[in-house]
C-alpha cells in the first residue's frame, strides 16, 4: 500500500514538471510560426508580428525578440525583423486619387482613383481622367480601366445619307415615269371633251385649208412631234418656198400626210394637236371636217 502511494504521488510529481517544462516549450515553437531570422551573433530568433518593429534581439536561440508597436503615421504589414516602420502614404489630390481606407499599423493606406479618372497598372503612381467619347460611351470608365468609345459614325452617317438618296430618287422617277405615262397615254385628259369621232375622213381635200388655220409655225410644230419628218427635210421645205409662209405650212403639211399616209391621218392630227395643249386649233379642224361631212350628207340626201 505505501508504495502505490508513493508510486501515485511520483505520478503526480511528474505531471506537474511535465507541465511547466514542456507546455511553454511546445507553446514558444508553435507561436512564433511567422518564420525566424538569425541575429549578426547567428542565434536564430523568431521575428516581430506585422504592425511591430525589431529593438532588441532575443537572447536564447528560437527565442522571441523584443518588439514595438509601430508609431503614429508608419505601418509594418509583414512578420520581420526590421528596426524601423515605413511611412504611411498619402492620397494625393495632385495624383488625382481619394482615400479608400486609412492607414493602420499594419497596412498602408489604401487609395482610390477619384470619380472620373482610372488607374490601370496595380501600383498606381498618377490616376489619369477618364477620356470622353465624341461618338457616344461604348464601355463606362472604371477605376482600373479607361472609357471606350464607340467608333465614329461618319462611315454609317454616309452609307445612310446614300440610301435616303438612292429611295428618294427612286421615287421621284417612279412618279415621273407614271406621269409620262400619263401624258403618252391615249387616255384624254380628265375635264376635256373627247372630240367626237369623225370616221376616217381622208384629210388630203382639206391640207390647204388646215395649213391655213394652222399657220407654218403650228404646222411645224406637229409634224416635229409626230417625228415622221427629219429636221432636214423640214428645212427643204421652207427653204423651197422662200417668204411664203402658207405654201410652207401647205407643203410640210403634205410631206407630213404622205409619209404618214390616209388612214387614220386625221385622228392623229387631232391627237397631236391635243396633245400639243392646242385644243382651239384641234377643234378648228375638227369642226371643219366635221361640217363638210355634214353637208356632203346633205347633198347625198338632196339627190335621193
Ligand atoms: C541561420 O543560420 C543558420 C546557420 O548559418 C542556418 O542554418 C539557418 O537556416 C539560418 N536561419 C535563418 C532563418 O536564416
Redesign the pocket.
Known amino acids: 500500500m505505501e508504495r502505490k502511494k508513493v508510486l501515485a504521488l511520483l505520478c503526480v510529481l511528474w505531471s506537474v514538471v511535465c507541465v511547466m517544462e514542456c507546455v511553454p516549450r511546445r507553446r514558444g515553437r508553435e507561436t512564433c510560426g511567422i518564420?525566424?531570422?538569425?541575429t549578426s551573433k547567428?542565434i536564430?530568433c523568431c521575428q516581430c508580428p506585422q504592425g511591430t518593429y525589431l529593438v532588441k534581439d532575443c537572447t536564447s536561440p528560437r527565442g522571441f525578440p523584443t518588439c514595438y508597436q509601430c508609431e503614429d503615421g508608419t505601418y509594418l504589414d509583414h512578420a520581420n525583423s526590421q528596426r524601423k516602420c515605413e511611412l504611411c502614404s498619402t492620397c494625393s489630390e495632385s495624383e488625382n486619387k481619394v482615400k479608400k481606407s486609412p492607414c493602420s499599423l499594419s497596412s498602408n493606406t489604401v487609395c482610390n482613383c477619384k470619380d472620373g479618372h482610372y488607374c490601370e497598372t496595380e501600383e498606381c503612381k498618377v490616376c489619369h481622367h477618364c477620356s470622353t467619347c465624341d461618338f457616344g460611351v461604348k464601355v463606362s470608365c472604371t477605376p482600373t480601366s479607361d472609357t471606350q468609345c464607340n467608333e465614329n459614325p461618319t462611315a454609317l452617317v454616309v452609307v445612310s445619307v446614300f440610301v435616303v438618296c438612292l429611295i428618294a430618287g427612286l421615287v421621284v422617277i417612279f412618279f415621273w415615269k407614271k406621269k409620262m405615262f400619263c401624258f403618252k397615254s391615249h387616255e384624254p385628259p380628265e375635264n376635256v371633251q373627247v372630240l367626237e369621232p369623225l370616221g376616217d375622213p381622208d384629210l388630203e381635200p382639206f391640207l390647204p385649208q388646215i395649213a391655213e388655220i394652222l399657220g407654218f409655225k403650228v404646222v411645224r410644230s406637229v409634224v416635229m412631234h409626230s417625228g415622221l419628218l427629219s429636221k432636214a427635210n423640214i428645212d427643204n421645205k421652207v427653204y423651197d418656198h422662200p417668204g411664203d409662209a402658207n405654201e410652207q405650212a401647205y407643203q410640210l403639211l403634205w410631206a407630213w400626210y404622205q409619209k404618214h399616209g390616209i388612214e387614220g391621218a386625221c385622228k392623229q392630227l387631232c391627237d397631236t394637236l391635243t396633245e400639243m395643249n392646242m385644243r382651239v386649233q384641234a377643234e378648228k379642224v375638227h369642226n371643219l371636217i366635221k361640217t363638210r361631212q355634214s353637208s356632203k350628207e346633205e347633198g347625198q340626201n338632196g339627190h335621193i
Open positions: 518564420g525566424f531570422y538569425n547567428g536564430e
